[in-house]
């Protein structure tokens, strides 16, 4: 299993790769769309660089579970409710989504996901292993 600093370091050239940001750039903190300018399309290219640096495979919908926030048992005019949320959090145990919960507008998950989350999937899928 690699190291915290062995991930990160991946999971940054991965993201200074796919979204052609500076790597200082990259940091435990910044969010994918709203710091790195993320759009939706580059999370296939993000995955893909994922898959090939960690040597792992990433399911449709694992990563960002778009079939969630789609699905009108949990969303409701733009947001997503109680159940979709539990539901997130049962998908994506490794992301911090309290600022989500607070105001869970389908569009902000994507705003929120952090750079340390994309860290913590990875050592999420490495540990399944």
Do not use: W
Request: include cysteine; charge should be negative.
């Amino acid at each position: 299993m690699p190291t915290t600093e062995e991930i990160f370091a991946k999971v940054q050239e991965s993201l200074v790769d796919a979204l052609g940001v500076e790597e200082d750039e990259v940091t435990p903190e910044a969010t994918l769309q709203g710091d790195l300018d993320a759009e939706s399309i580059d999370f296939l290219d993000i995955v893909f660089r994922l898959e090939k640096a960690f040597g792992i495979k990433i399911e449709r919908g694992e990563l960002f579970p778009e079939d969630i926030l789609t699905n009108t048992e949990y969303v409701a005019d733009g947001k997503v409710n109680a159940t979709g949320i539990a539901k997130l959090k049962e998908r994506m145990p490794f992301a911090n989504l309290s600022k989500f919960e607070a105001n869970p507008q389908v569009q902000n998950l994507g705003k929120q996901l952090t750079v340390q989350d994309m860290c913590q999937f990875v050592a999420h899928k490495l540990a399944k292993m």
